[in-house]
């Protein structure tokens, strides 16, 4: 059977997919285009950016936002691989492996913003896996 509304996964993709994509793009004119991976000084909202770390952010958003009006599924998937993506990324920049994205440092705002933002598509992904396991094993005409 087919899918049906939009369910709490293309919410969240929707909704994170805005937030990423209005960071990539509002980061490019605090940043412009030189120095695209220059580790500098130009920040958003206190979080550390450049012209790359930009580029990476609309890129979700976009990416997001596509995968929201697509189907349950695929914005499950999209929020635990992004997830999984943005704790590895904060993993690094914890242990300073991220100036290619301007982190500048092990206790960098944006370090933490990433275990904020990863743990919550993460969870948001699983839990809509979960809510509609739960649905599909209480209804026998979707098991198949």
């Not at 969240?12 to 793009?25: D, E, K, P, S, T």
């Not at 130009?42 to 929201?68: C, M, R």
């Not at 914890?94 to 370090?111: R, Y």
């Amino acid at each position: 059977m087919g899918e049906s509304g939009f369910g709490i996964a293309q919410l969240g993709a929707a909704v994170i997919g805005v937030v990423y994509l209005a960071a990539g793009v509002i980061g490019f004119f605090i940043t412009g285009l030189g120095s695209f991976t220059g580790n500098g000084t130009d920040s958003l909202l206190s979080f550390d950016i450049n012209p790359f770390h930009n580029v990476f952010h609309t890129l979700v958003g976009v990416y997001l936002l596509i995968v929201a009006t697509m189907n349950r599924t695929a914005a499950e998937g999209a929020l635990i691989g992004g997830g999984v993506v943005y704790l590895v990324a904060a993993f690094l920049g914890f242990d300073n492996h991220l100036q290619i994205l301007s982190i500048n440092s092990a206790t960098a705002s944006d370090n933490f913003l990433h275990i904020a933002s990863g743990g919550s598509a993460l969870l948001l992904g699983v839990i809509s896996v979960s809510m509609n396991r739960s649905k599909r094993s209480r209804d026998p005409v979707q098991q198949f």
